[in-house]
Nanobody, 124 residues
């Protein structure tokens, strides 16, 4: 089993930046991949970004492309989401997710493990 813990959320103004962290522990696997999702009140959980543990290939949702950067530190079993030029519509609970395969997946059911989420609020 893999445990994921997100941190780094907070309240910021539009145009500001935040860096989220996702620390993985337990029975981690190096051949899989990680992702960030987000969920605003009353909306479905949506895909944000994906990264492979090996090689670091990344994939982003169109809504965050050019503003957000996903990265990983394999030695620390930690994945990051650098969020720049934040917009009010980025306001959501951000979740870290993990799966065993390297294939890009943008739906929640394709991921095996989830963190508890961290709140990001962007004011205008």
């Amino acid at each position: 089993q893999v445990q994921l813990v997100e941190s780094g959320g907070g309240l910021v103004q539009a145009g500001d930046s935040l860096r989220l962290s996702c620390a993985a522990s337990g029975r981690t696997f190096s051949s899989g991949s990680m992702a960030w999702f987000r969920q605003a009140p009353g909306k479905e959980r949506e895909f944000v970004a994906h990264i492979r543990w090996i090689g670091g290939f990344t994939y982003y949702a169109d809504s965050v492309k050019g503003r957000f950067t996903i990265s990983r530190d394999n030695a620390k079993d930690t994945v990051y989401l650098q969020m720049n030029r934040l917009k009010p519509e980025d306001t959501a609970v951000y979740y870290c997710a993990a799966k065993r395969t390297i294939v890009v997946a943008t739906t929640t059911h394709e991921y095996d493990y989830w963190g508890q989420g961290t709140q990001v609020t962007v004011s205008s």
